[in-house]
């Protein structure tokens, strides 16, 4: 399968609780691609891997105990999400951005929630999902993300303006 379907496809997947093909594809992050996503940020509370694909990227956060749940960010232009209005929504702000979360239990009794916002940017957009067994953990786990340059920082320009 093409690389960007197959990323495409695996973003519709984490939407729905299936990522065994994009765990499949991760590979650790290097130190200089954990500097680059973290910044500043101790990388004690979760441990990251990434899939690039030819115009996008899905990074995947593995929550480090005491904590538990699963981070999936994927950036790019063309997030496979769309808001379910018969889900309960959950309002949490994202660092800089507000956000409306998706609220969807799976069928093991955790929760998963995940938004799409603009990275101030006509193309990249960040598509967020957080798996995680109570409120307590989400709550932890997006003030963690929260902190990262991605989600609290405006982007660089990328080309002449």
Known sequence: ??????????????????????????????????????????????????????DSFIYIGHAKSPLSGIVYI???GYPAFAPDPSLPKVDRQLGMYPAKWQKRV????SMQFAMVTSLHSDYWKAFVVVEAKGQLDFDRLIEEIGKYPLFNKMPQPVGAP
Do not use: C, H
Not at 106 to 109: E, N, R, W
């Open 74 to 76: 994927y950036l790019g």
């Open 1 to 54: 399968m093409f690389r960007p379907a197959l990323l495409l496809l695996t973003s519709v997947a984490i939407a729905y609780g299936g990522n065994a093909a994009l765990e499949a594809e991760a590979k650790p992050l290097s130190r200089e691609q954990l500097a680059v996503l973290l910044g500043n940020v101790d990388s004690s509370l979760m441990a990251w891997s990434k899939v690039t694909g030819a």
């Open 106 to 109: 799976l069928p093991d009794g």
